[in-house]
């Protein structure tokens, strides 16, 4: 357990160190994009790459439980053609599990 208590504190100090220099990026990409914004193109070139304005855009998201339960409605109603189109169209990925950690505060 000393050395969970060692990593822990380790992982404190780390995470601080990433949230101050989080803050300083912050700063200066929001500095780079008021200069590219104020270009006539949206569109630098540098030593570095190419910086540029994307559009706005859209995201659209569906509940995965609605869905599902839309189709199995669809199914229980007969309306099998429907929920056939719905079920083909649905993705499913895997996500690797992962290591929570929530802060005792």
Same mark, same amino acid.
């Given at each position: $357990? /000393?050395?969970?208590? =060692?990593?822990?504190?380790?992982?404190?100090?780390?995470? *601080?160190?990433?949230?101050?220099?989080?803050?300083? $990026?912050?700063?200066? @990409? =929001?500095?780079?994009? @008021?200069?590219?914004? &104020?270009?006539?193109?949206?569109?630098?070139?540098? =030593?570095?790459?190419?910086?540029?304005?994307?559009? &706005?855009? #859209?995201?659209?998201?569906? /509940? &995965? #439980?609605?869905? =599902? +339960?839309?189709?199995?409605?669809?199914? #229980? *109603?007969?309306?099998?053609?429907?929920? *056939?189109?719905?079920? *083909?169209?649905?993705?499913? +990925?895997?996500? #690797?599990?992962?290591? $929570?950690?929530?802060?005792?505060?």
């Amino acid at each position: $357990m /000393d050395r969970l208590r =060692d990593l822990m504190a380790e992982w404190a100090e780390v995470e *601080n160190e990433i949230k101050t220099l989080q803050e300083r $990026m912050d700063i200066v @990409k =929001d500095e780079v994009r @008021k200069i590219v914004e &104020a270009s006539p193109d949206k569109l630098i070139e540098t =030593d570095h790459g190419v910086l540029m304005m994307t559009k &706005a855009s #859209k995201t659209v998201k569906y /509940d &995965a #439980k609605q869905i =599902d +339960s839309l189709i199995a409605e669809l199914l #229980k *109603n007969g309306e099998v053609h429907t929920a *056939n189109l719905l079920s *083909n169209i649905r993705e499913e +990925s895997v996500r #690797k599990s992962y290591l $929570m950690y929530r802060k005792v505060v």
